[in-house]
């Protein structure tokens, strides 16, 4: 095990220095979209109480947390593999260096993990200021860790998946954007019809707006650890995929 750790060190360490090379302006981007989703869904389209007897900001700011795992993490971890695999042509490279496989997949998805946490973290952050309901408990940054850990790996299989940078934009089409605007994070997907509900719960952001907004008012909803159960299996499989994928085809 710590073998793989060690393995997974290496890997991680060159995306980590570029991040910190490109700290602010991965700072600015981390914060901009969820701040604009904030603007726009929390105070322009909507007011009041909801259903479950919390103002909308409060109900909205933990979906918004939940899409930033989302598109930070998977975003971040596809763009740069894509980026290694296709143009610089580094990823082959790394792969043919005495690393487990596993560490691999591992280390290449710490900087989606990290790049998801940053932007959680700043807009739920600014969120306990702009929402009195709202709490930092150590379910919230579990949830958090889980659902960043999760899309990272999921953008990993994206990128390895890709064959060219517009085959990454239809995956990008086909799998973030649905997700973006159905899972919950807008709305309750409880109150939609039982048929429309079984399909996006078989989405990971269904999942993980459901557990970081249950963590997030604990005293109005009660924690669904199904969900988190169900997060941490397509965590699995997600992990087996990338694993499957650099040990079966040629990347």
């Excluded at 975003?75 to 596993?102: H, W």
């Excluded at 799998?175 to 048929?195: A, D, E, H, K, Q």
Aim: charged residues 10%; aromatic residues 12%.
């Amino acid at each position: 095990m710590s073998n793989v750790l060690l393995d997974a060190y290496h890997v991680a360490w060159g995306d980590m220095m570029f991040m910190k090379h490109n700290f602010w302006n991965i700072l600015v981007m981390s914060i901009m979209s969820p701040l604009l989703y904030l603007i726009a869904f929390g105070y322009g389209l909507r007011t009041g109480q909801t259903d479950i007897g919390v103002s909308y900001v409060a109900f909205v700011i933990p979906g918004i947390a939940a899409l930033s795992s989302l598109s930070s993490s998977f975003g971040s971890t596809s763009t740069r593999m894509n980026v290694q695999r296709l143009y610089y042509k580094s990823f082959d490279e790394m792969m043919m260096c005495p690393l487990r496989l596993s560490g691999i997949v591992i280390g290449k998805s710490m900087l989606g993990l990290v790049r998801g946490l940053i932007s959680c973290f700043l807009i739920y952050t600014l969120g306990l200021f702009l929402a009195e309901d709202l709490v930092l408990s150590p379910l919230v940054i579990i949830s958090i860790v889980v659902s960043c850990m999760t899309f990272s790996l999921l953008g990993m299989a994206a990128a390895l998946l890709a064959k060219s940078h517009q085959s990454m934009a239809t995956l990008n089409s086909l799998i973030i954007l649905p997700m973006t605007f159905l899972c919950g994070t807008f709305f309750s997907v409880s109150s939609l019809n039982p048929i429309f509900q079984a399909i996006l719960y078989c989405m990971p952001l269904t999942h993980a707006s459901e557990i970081i907004r249950a963590a997030a008012l604990p005293d109005y909803l009660e924690f669904p650890w199904i969900s988190l159960a169900v997060l941490i299996a397509f965590g699995i499989a997600f992990f087996v995929l990338d694993y499957y994928l650099l040990k079966t085809r040629k990347v």
